[in-house]
């Protein structure tokens, strides 16, 4: 069981990238040495899923700290954190990789926002029924995620600035820098063209994260080579 208070920044999560590959980013961008607490899911003989890593071992345990507890999660000393977007604005702030000023904070909360929103696209689909996703998948990648990107992209365009709330990278960033990656690998997988290309900031904005020196230990790590979604996902 997750101990709290704890010695070191807790992120936990099941062991895919998903939600939690933001939060394992900006720990180790701000050079932290974390504890990166995964779960793995179990198949049943009856071709469910075993899942009480979590929700027997670890989860009692930690609503005792905070009653919305879920994954993910982040545990820091005494305080104890769930939600993703409130996961990563709180190792944002902690980590100075939030915005400076009023105008860089609304940035990256509205960055935060849209991000999550075409996550939950993507989640919709991937762990939705089965001819759903085979209904759904050209209608994603069609119009769906360049509804999203072009968005994103005349943010950047509008505000000049590399990243989405001003030239260094803030929370949003690290979770766009996901989506981007993931969809790639999806289109990949499927025998799509890059979603991406046809958006030269967020490519930019991508490629120069994952260039990142700060980043080297992270792409380098196991964390960075877990699957993308879970077992019962159509896209892994």
């Given at each position: 069981?997750?101990?709290?208070?704890?010695?070191?920044?807790?992120?936990?999560?099941?062991?895919?990238?998903?939600?939690?590959?933001?939060?394992?980013?900006?720990?180790?961008?701000?050079?932290?040495?974390?504890?990166?607490?995964?779960?793995?899911?179990?198949?049943?003989?009856?071709?469910?899923?075993?899942?009480?890593?979590?929700?027997?071992?670890?989860?009692?345990?930690?609503?005792?700290?905070?009653?919305?507890?879920?994954?993910?999660?982040?545990?820091?000393?005494?305080?104890?954190?769930?939600?993703?977007?409130?996961?990563?604005?709180?190792?944002?702030?902690?980590?100075?990789?939030?915005?400076?000023?009023?105008?860089?904070?609304?940035?990256?909360?509205?960055?935060?926002?849209?991000?999550?929103?075409?996550?939950?696209?993507?989640?919709?689909?991937?762990?939705?029924?089965?001819?759903?996703?085979?209904?759904?998948?050209?209608?994603?990648?069609?119009?769906?995620?360049?509804?999203?990107?072009?968005?994103?992209?005349?943010?950047?365009?509008?505000?000049?600035?590399?990243?989405?709330?001003?030239?260094?990278?803030?929370?949003?960033?690290?979770?766009?820098?996901?989506?981007?990656?993931?969809?790639?690998?999806?289109?990949?997988?499927?025998?799509?063209?890059?979603?991406?290309?046809?958006?030269?900031?967020?490519?930019?904005?991508?490629?120069?994260?994952?260039?990142?020196?700060?980043?080297?230990?992270?792409?380098?790590?196991?964390?960075a080579a877990l699957p993308v979604n879970n077992l019962m996902?159509?896209?892994?």
């Open positions: 069981p997750v101990v709290v208070p704890s010695d070191k920044v807790v992120v936990g999560y099941w062991d895919i990238r998903g939600l939690a590959a933001p939060l394992r980013m900006v720990c180790c961008y701000a050079g932290v040495d974390y504890v990166n607490k995964t779960y793995a899911l179990k198949v049943k003989e009856d071709g469910g899923y075993d899942a009480s890593c979590w929700f027997v071992e670890d989860k009692p345990g930690l609503l005792e700290h905070n009653p919305l507890m879920n994954l993910p999660y982040v545990v820091d000393g005494s305080t104890v954190v769930t939600q993703s977007n409130a996961c990563l604005s709180f190792l944002a702030r902690k980590f100075g990789l939030w915005g400076a000023n009023e105008t860089e904070v609304v940035r990256a909360e509205q960055g935060m926002a849209q991000v999550f929103d075409l996550r939950n696209e993507l989640a919709r689909i991937v762990y939705g029924p089965k001819d759903a996703y085979d209904a759904g998948v050209p209608v994603h990648f069609e119009k769906t995620v360049p509804g999203h990107y072009a968005k994103l992209e005349a943010v950047l365009k509008k505000q000049g600035t590399k990243y989405l709330a001003k030239d260094t990278p803030t929370a949003p960033d690290f979770h766009l820098w996901e989506m981007i990656d993931q969809h790639e690998l999806w289109a990949k997988s499927l025998g799509l063209p890059s979603p991406v290309e046809g958006y030269p900031l967020l490519k930019a904005l991508h490629a120069a994260l994952r260039a990142d020196p700060k980043l080297a230990g992270y792409f380098a790590s196991p964390a996902a159509h896209f892994k």
